[in-house]
């Protein structure tokens, strides 16, 4: 049972809170070098030129909307099969973050496409299941504002964001299934498909990406576990809430 404990909102508060300074201090430290070795030390690409260097934004944006999107859902699995608030609440935390990735993939994407396709968007099978990826995002962060009482919004919002999951794969495959604008992937695993130097400074700028998301999203289940748990004794007990009395 005491694996379990950080399962209780008043357990994972704390925690949450000893997390959030590490992660966002591995993130910035990661960007930083991950920007310094993207944008000045990798060399530029024989076709692409500079142009390519989008890709450390875009290729860790794109990973990480997808990614988030798949760990929201399996949140919204666990609330709906166990009943649990706090695999909820970690849930509703992560769609804004999966939200924003999603909307810098298609951003960077289209100024990524414009010289290198010639137009800033095409109704590419990659593009089009990516933008749906966004509007599933909104869906859930709307349908979440849309319901007052937090039970049945978590419930709505999980069975549609478990019913979303199957756009996940469509995105990645997609390169696969159709004959689409968008290249392969930037990295395959057992084969290296770009110079050492290129792959140096897009894992980090990934692994930045990823450490940011998991700070951000443990600083806003921090903030709606106080949202949702307003009423417990232990809220009031705490030493951020008395210095707000």
Request: with cysteine; hydrophobic share 55%; charged share 15%.
């Amino acid at each position: 049972m005491n694996s379990f404990k950080y399962a209780s909102p008043a357990q994972f508060y704390p925690l949450a809170g000893k997390l959030v300074s590490v992660f966002a201090v591995l993130a910035t430290v990661l960007l930083i070098i991950g920007l310094i070795v993207g944008l000045y030390l990798a060399p530029i690409d024989v076709t692409q030129k500079d142009s390519y260097r989008i890709i450390y934004v875009h290729v860790p944006a794109a990973w990480m909307s997808m990614f988030l999107y798949v760990v929201m859902a399996f949140w919204y699995a666990i609330a709906l099969g166990a009943n649990t608030r706090l695999s909820a609440m970690m849930a509703q935390s992560i769609a804004p973050t999966g939200a924003l990735m999603t909307a810098l993939a298609l951003w960077t994407g289209s100024f990524w496409g414009k010289p290198t396709w010639g137009t800033y968007w095409e109704w590419d099978a990659r593009m089009t299941s990516e933008l749906v990826l966004l509007f599933l995002y909104l869906g859930v962060i709307a349908l979440r504002s849309a319901i007052d009482d937090p039970r049945r919004a978590d419930k709505a919002c999980g069975v549609l964001a478990i019913v979303g999951v199957v756009n996940v794969p469509i995105i990645y495959m997609s390169v696969q299934w159709w004959n689409t604008l968008h290249q392969g992937a930037t990295i395959s695993v057992g084969e290296r498909t770009i110079d050492s130097m290129m792959l140096t400074g897009l894992l980090m700028m990934i692994f930045a990406f990823w450490f940011y998301s998991i700070a951000i999203t443990l600083m806003r289940v921090r903030a709606i576990i106080l949202e949702r748990e307003a009423g417990a004794n232990w809220i009031s007990e705490l030493s951020e809430v008395k210095g707000q009395r």
